[in-house]
């Protein structure tokens, strides 16, 4: 497989490889991208291209001075692309008002779309190509498994709104009677202004699905909302 690229001279920095490693580039962050795109994050198809792209760019003149002015590390750009990419992850991860955490995955994809444009842009497409697919991997068919594995869990972490403090012995009176345990229990502030929000660990002595767990706790008196975190 090196031999194929080598012979095509690929390895060197020739017009070839630039256009080559560019159009690699695009091709994988953009199978990324597209995955993030179809569940509506907010860095999807073009962000993913650009950082890979922008980082196999990076590689490439890491290498270029390398070869051309001499006296440089070649994967000291590199590095930096790894170490700054933090900023553009950081702002796509978001707490929303039920202390529910998103956007880990899509930073995730995102470094990982910046570490395949270095490998690209160095040269090494057969670690690039077989990374894109195995990221594709984890984010499409482990999804549906880790969705399915959650949806049965005996723990479940819900954020509900209850009218007021004294609703708050009839949700546990309804725990007790259902043989539920409650394992951990928060009063934060309402996102609503109104009525008394709680984010409440749940465990359940039999494995049921948490539509069903949900329906269970949806009966309490004073209940205004309900939604699992």
Known sequence: MFDFFETYGLQSLTLQAIVFRLTLALICGGA??????SKRRAAGFRTHILVCI???LVMMCGQFIFENIGGADPSRLGAQVISGIGFLGAGTILVTGAHQIKGLTTA???WASACMGIAIGIGFYVGAILTAVFV???MAPLDLLQTRFLAY???IQLFIILEDFDNINDFFELCKQN???VDDFEIIQSPTGSGLAILVMLRFKKRMSHQESINIVRVCPGLLSIEET
């Open 179 to 181: 043989n539920i345990h």
């Open 54 to 56: 922008g980082s196999a």
């Open 32 to 37: 990324l991208g597209l995955e993030r795109t």
């Open 108 to 110: 995730a994809a995102l």
């Open 136 to 138: 594709l991997v984890v």
């Open 153 to 155: 869990s005996r723990f």
